[in-house]
């Protein structure tokens, strides 16, 4: 079963405008890390966000904010203002802490974003 | 700013030759993974390592792959006998463990190698 879902393969933003990307995801353990990485056409995979289960307000960094809902299990990625260099790859995924199996970072299929000039 | 760094860039092989991929983690960091890419695809979970250990493994790492921390510096992935279907992007990633009490350490990944089997 999907553990990262992304539902929007390819998206386009007019350059300035604020974008939405979608992820939801499933776990059953109460304590889990939300991240997402952007992947420009070079191929590298940059950190943006990260969001704790327990951390009680949505994760902010510069442009980046993450709308965090844990009841409906939704970490969707906001971009204000956007650029022309955002134009790129990002994937949502998570890290589970389950016993004995703490480590992996699952990654979902990604969303592909063109900014328009 | 500290970085993940991974060598070579690109590599192109002949089926059945083995090829080492290296990575030079963050230096303080004491987590490290590798993941991998098909073109196209999502990025896939390979192995991780912790004190000089493999930690956890996924069912893609067999018996063809092998990780080593030959030194304080270096992690490396070795594939011994390369398939076509292991022609992918691999990236190396490490992580902090002052995150330990939640082991929600954000993973810094490096640029990638791109390998290519013939």
């Known amino acids: 079963a999907q553990k990262i879902t992304q539902t929007q393969p390819g998206m386009f933003v007019q350059e300035k405008e604020a974008v939405t990307l979608d992820c939801t995801y499933d776990t059953s353990d109460p304590s889990y890390g939300l991240f997402w990485y952007k992947q420009p056409s070079s191929g590298e995979m940059i950190f943006l966000i990260y969001?704790?289960?327990?951390?009680?307000q949505n994760a902010t960094e510069g442009r980046y904010s993450l709308n965090f809902q844990k009841a409906r299990k939704s970490a969707n990625l906001v971009i204000s203002a956007s650029q022309l260099g955002d134009s790129a790859m990002y994937f949502c995924a998570m890290r589970e802490a389950p016993f004995g199996s703490y480590d992996k970072v699952i990654f979902g299929p990604g969303t592909s974003l063109s900014v328009i000039p | 700013e500290p970085e993940v760094t991974q060598t070579p860039s690109h590599q192109v092989t002949q089926m059945g030759q083995e090829v080492i991929l290296r990575c030079v983690p963050i230096s303080n960091h004491l987590y490290f993974y590798w993941y991998r890419q098909i073109l196209g695809q999502k990025v896939e979970f390979l192995v991780s390592f912790y004190n000089n250990e493999i930690s956890e493994k996924s069912e893609i790492f067999d018996d063809q792959f092998s990780v080593e921390r030959p030194d304080g510096s270096n992690f490396t992935l070795k594939i011994r006998s390369t398939k076509l279907e292991d022609s992918a992007m691999y990236f190396c990633?490490?992580?902090?463990?002052?995150?330990?009490?939640?082991?929600?350490?954000?993973?810094?990944f490096g640029p990638g190698t791109r390998l290519l089997v013939l």
């Open positions: 990633a490490s992580s902090d463990p002052r995150g330990l009490v939640q082991r929600m350490e954000t993973q810094y």
């Open positions: 969001q704790g289960s327990y951390d009680q």
